[in-house]
C-alpha cells in the first residue's frame, strides 16, 4: 500500500476543515505537535532516511522554511517523491511533474471532498494521483483540456518535430499506444510528420467528447 506523510503546523484549522479523520486512515502518518518539532529537528540534522518509508509527502507550506522547503524538493527529486504544498497564500493550484510530481494547492481546495475522492484512490487502487486533489471527480478531463490547449499552441507555432515535444504523460502515452497502436510514441526522439501529429490531436478530441 502507498503510504502518506501529512505535516501541519495549524491543528485547529486542520480540524475545522478537514472531510475526514486522519487518524483513521492507516497509510497515512499526521505529523502534529510534538511530532512536528521532532520533524523539523531530523530535517535540520540532515536525517531524511524516515521519509524512504512514504510515497508522497504533503505539508502546510508555511509550516517550513524557505531552506526546510528546499530539503523536501531536493530529497523529492532524488526518489521521484510525489511533493504537495498547501497554503491559504497559494491563489490556485499548479502542478509539474518535469522533475518529479509537484503539486502547489490553495488550502481549501486541499481540505475539501477532493482530499476525500484522493485517499479513496490510495485505498482502492494503490495509486498517488495528485490530480484528484487538483480537480477532483473530472481530473481526467481537465487533465485532457490542458493538454489539448498545449498541443493547439504547439501545432499553431509548428513546435512538433519528435515525440517528446507532445510532454505527454507516461500514463496518457500508454493509453494512445494500447487503443491506436500508436507505437511510434515508443521513441521521445523519433521525428513525426503532420499526418500522426493530426491522428494523435483526434485522438484527444476524442476521449474529450466521451468524458463531457
Known amino acids: 500500500m502507498k503510504q502518506i506523510i501529512l505535516i ?3 491543528v485547529e484549522r486542520m480540524k475545522r476543515l478537514a472531510p475526514i479523520k486522519f487518524k483513521s486512515i492507516p497509510f497515512l502518518k499526521l505529523i502534529t505537535a510534538s511530532e512536528y518539532d521532532e520533524f523539523i529537528l531530523r530535517l535540520k540534522k540532515g536525517e531524511l532516511e524516515f521519509l524512504n518509508d512514504f510515497d508522497c509527502i504533503i505539508s502546510h507550506k508555511s509550516a ?4 526546510q522547503r528546499d530539503i523536501i ?4 527529486k532524488s526518489f521521484n517523491t510525489t511533493l504537495v504544498f498547501f497554503s491559504g497564500g497559494i491563489s490556485y493550484s499548479f502542478y509539474n511533474d518535469d522533475i518529479f510530481p509537484y503539486l502547489n494547492i490553495n488550502v481549501k481546495e486541499f481540505y475539501s471532498d477532493n482530499l ?6 490510495v485505498q482502492d487502487n494503490n495509486k498517488i494521483n495528485v ?3 487538483q480537480f477532483g471527480e473530472k481530473w481526467k478531463l481537465n487533465k485532457l483540456l490542458n493538454f489539448r ?3 493547439i499552441t504547439k501545432i499553431n507555432g509548428k513546435n512538433i518535430n519528435r515525440v517528446r515535444d507532445f510532454n505527454l504523460t507516461e500514463e ?4 494512445l499506444i ?3 497502436s500508436y507505437e511510434f510514441l515508443n521513441n521521445d526522439f523519433s521525428t513525426i510528420d503532420n499526418i500522426q501529429i493530426a491522428s494523435v490531436k483526434t485522438k484527444i478530441d476524442n476521449l474529450i467528447n466521451e468524458l463531457i
Do not use: G, P, Q, W
Open 131 to 133: 490530480s484528484i486533489l
Open 73 to 76: 524538493k531536493k530529497y523529492c
Open 64 to 67: 517550513l522554511s524557505v531552506a
Open 8 to 10: 501541519e503546523d495549524r
Open 149 to 151: 490547449n498545449d498541443l
Open 172 to 175: 496518457l502515452k500508454r493509453e
Open 116 to 121: 476525500k475522492l484522493f485517499l479513496n484512490e
Open 178 to 180: 494500447i487503443s491506436e
